[in-house]
């Protein structure tokens, strides 16, 4: 149940807190399954009708200054700090993540309105030494116009910014379309971006249901630019949904990670990096490890303390003190988790610690760790979006490189070493879009988010993060009277 205080903060037209009689999709808490509202279900011409308004809004917009935009984006950065409580609450209670969490998560999706407030100001063009003497050669930098986002349910608010915070920088209008289970999150930024001044429509959020709604913002020559957070398998719809428009696209697709602990690693930082790239959101990340190889020299003492580390794991509702482990998001989710249990152990893998869900009725999976994995499982192939450990063993560095970038993904990658002349050696050869050396945590506002191969195209975040909404505009000028 939602407090009157957040609800409060979820004062918009498209959201009730009891059955409607519209058609609606009902919001329920991840850790209890009670109902926390209903949101509006948008058909298609709901969607038609709001991307002609984002029209006009953007053609405003634009007109707005740099520094204007910025100070309206830094009063939206302020008062989401302000409510920061009150976000993570509604986060938890529609995504489970323990409030930690939920609060860090708050935090690294204002940080995205405040870069980019920042940012706005430096979208500066140039000028190119002409060819012809009488000529001057300019490229100006424009926004793109109305954009749109479609979003997962893993990281609700700051899958949002990431995207919206860009956008705006640049004068372009936004709808954004969030993932059924976790709606909430987004409407509540919406919120406070109006109250925060931001003109009305250029931050539009429409629940809905996905294929209706995705066609709708694809298939429209309005809409210039898709920026996408999802699985590969969606983002391949998207693509060719948006092929005929030509649409720009942006997408942030799946991974799945290695992770290599080399037997020259520091063993505790490496398993801290271990516990902080695998566990977090219960395994939910897109980043997260998802195949930990681990050298024959230190392999046993690795596992061994990750072991340790995993038993003192707490499931729960994110709501109480100690939980370090929320519920998974749905029962597809624990049936992955299960099969990928299942086929490891069939084909020799020993389980460790965990593996079994809570109970039937809930969708909490105890942390999991399995030993003797092998590259013929499916943990090696696929991603496995839940809290299992996934241990390898290798021997040699050029072995372990072949291993690690044996797949179709390519989005981050970790290692542990000591050896500087090593961590430049591999981190050049590994085909990822991110590697973190010594740490498990990589993500941040100024740094280039994103992947190779098929785990995406551009890049989020960072002074790279805004070119996605810029069209670079060729002025010839001739002098010659
Ligand atoms: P998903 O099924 O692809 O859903 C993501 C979003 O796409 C949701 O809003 C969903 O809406 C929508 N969607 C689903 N089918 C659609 C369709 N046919 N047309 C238009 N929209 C559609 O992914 P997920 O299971 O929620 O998220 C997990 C995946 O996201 C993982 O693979 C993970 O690696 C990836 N991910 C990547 C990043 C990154 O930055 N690279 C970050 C986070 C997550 P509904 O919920 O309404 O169906």
Redesign the pocket.
């Known amino acids: 149940m939602l407090d009157q205080q957040l609800k409060n903060l979820l004062r918009h037209t498209d959201i009730t807190f009891q059955a409607p009689s519209f058609d609606a999709i009902e919001v329920k808490d991840a850790a209890t399954g009670v109902s926390l509202a209903w949101v509006k279900k948008h058909d298609r011409a709901d969607v038609e009708a709001a991307i002609v308004r984002a029209e006009h809004a953007q053609a405003l917009f634009k007109q707005q200054s740099a520094l204007q935009r910025a100070d309206l984006m830094m009063a939206w950065y302020q008062l989401i700090l302000k409510h920061q409580q009150d976000l993570a609450q509604i986060l938890t209670a529609e995504q489970g993540k323990p409030l930690s969490e939920a609060n860090g998560e708050i935090k690294y999706a204002a940080s995205f309105i405040r870069w980019f407030a920042e940012q706005a100001r430096r979208i500066d063009g140039d000028v190119i030494t002409p060819v012809q003497s009488q000529q001057r050669l300019l490229v100006l930098k424009q926004a793109i116009g109305v954009t749109a986002a ?6 609700p608010a700051a ?1 949002i910014t990431r995207k919206i915070a860009p956008a705006l920088a640049a004068g372009c209008s936004m709808l954004i ?5 976790t709606p909430l999150s987004a409407y509540a930024l919406e919120v406070l971006a109006m109250q925060a001044g931001l003109p009305r429509d250029v931050m539009i959020t429409l629940s809905g ?3 209706d ?3 709708t913002l694809c298939e429209s020559p309005i809409v210039r630019k898709l920026s ?8 391949r ?2 693509m060719q949904q948006c092929a005929p428009t030509i649409k720009k696209l942006s997408l ?4 799945n990670a290695p992770l290599i602990v080399f037997d020259d690693a520091n063993i505790e930082q490496a398993v801290k990096g271990i516990m902080n790239s695998k566990y977090r959101n219960s395994g939910q ?3 997260c490890a998802n195949r930990i190889y681990i050298q024959d020299g230190v392999y046993d003492a690795v596992s061994q303390r990750v072991i340790e580390e995993v038993a003192k794991l707490k499931m729960g509702d994110g709501r109480l003190a100690d939980v370090t482990q929320g519920p998974l998001i749905d029962e597809d989710a624990i049936i992955k988790v299960q099969s990928h249990i299942e086929d490891a152990i069939d084909q020799g893998a020993k389980l460790a610690i965990g593996g079994k869900r809570l109970a039937p009725d809930n969708t909490f999976f105890e942390p999991t760790v399995l030993t003797h994995v092998t590259q013929s499982m499916r943990v090696a192939r696929e ?1 496995t ?1 839940g809290p299992l450990a996934a241990l390898f063993r290798f021997k040699t560095e050029d072995e372990v490189i072949q291993m690690a970038n044996a797949t179709e993904f390519g ?1 981050a990658a970790y290692l542990f070493s000591q050896n500087t002349a090593r961590q430049w050696r591999v981190g050049e050869a590994l085909e990822y879009g991110m590697v973190g050396i010594n740490t498990g945590l990589i993500s941040n506002e100024a740094s280039s ?3 190779i191969k098929q ?2 195209l551009g890049r ?1 975040g960072s002074q790279y993060g805004i070119e996605d909404y810029l069209e670079l505009k060729y002025m010839c000028i001739d002098l010659s009277e």
Not at 177 to 181: F, H, I, M, S
Not at 252 to 255: A, R
């Open positions: 479609i979003t997962p349910w893993n990281f899958m379309k969030p993932a059924e289970q249901d996905s294929v709604v995705g066609q996408f957070t999802g699985s590969t398998e969606v983002g719809i998207l942030e697709l799946g991974g990340t897109c980043v991603e979006f989005l988010f994103g992947g785990s995406g989020e």
